[in-house]
C-alpha cells in the first residue's frame, strides 16, 4: 500500500492515513496512541506507547472520496483539529 495522505491530530494523540492499495482503490486508517500498563516482556515494557489503528474503512474510487469521508466520519477532523503529516 502507497501511503498518499496524513493528518495529526492537534493534541498529537490520533493521526490519519489515506493509502492506495494495489488494486488502485484508496482507504483511510484512523491509528491513536496506546500506552501499555501490563508489560509484556517479549514486546514492549510499561510505559510504552504504539499506535494502535481504530478505524479502517471500505474502498473508494478515488483519494477525494476516501478524504471526505473521513473527514465526515471523525469528529477531531471534521471540526478542523489537525496538521498535514
Known amino acids: 500500500m502507497e501511503r498518499l495522505k496524513g493528518y495529526v491530530s492537534l493534541d498529537g494523540l490520533r493521526k490519519l492515513d489515506i493509502f492506495r492499495n494495489s488494486s488502485d482503490l484508496f482507504q ?9 500498563v501490563e508489560p509484556d516482556a ?12 481504530t478505524n479502517s474503512s471500505g474502498l473508494y474510487a478515488s483519494v477525494e472520496e476516501a478524504d471526505e469521508d473521513a473527514k465526515a466520519s471523525l469528529p477531531w477532523l471534521r471540526e478542523g483539529k489537525y496538521l498535514l503529516s
Open 42 to 53: 517479549e514486546y514492549f515494557e510499561e510505559g510504552t506507547t504504539y499506535w494502535n489503528c
Open 28 to 36: 483511510f486508517e484512523e491509528f491513536v496512541v496506546e500506552l501499555i
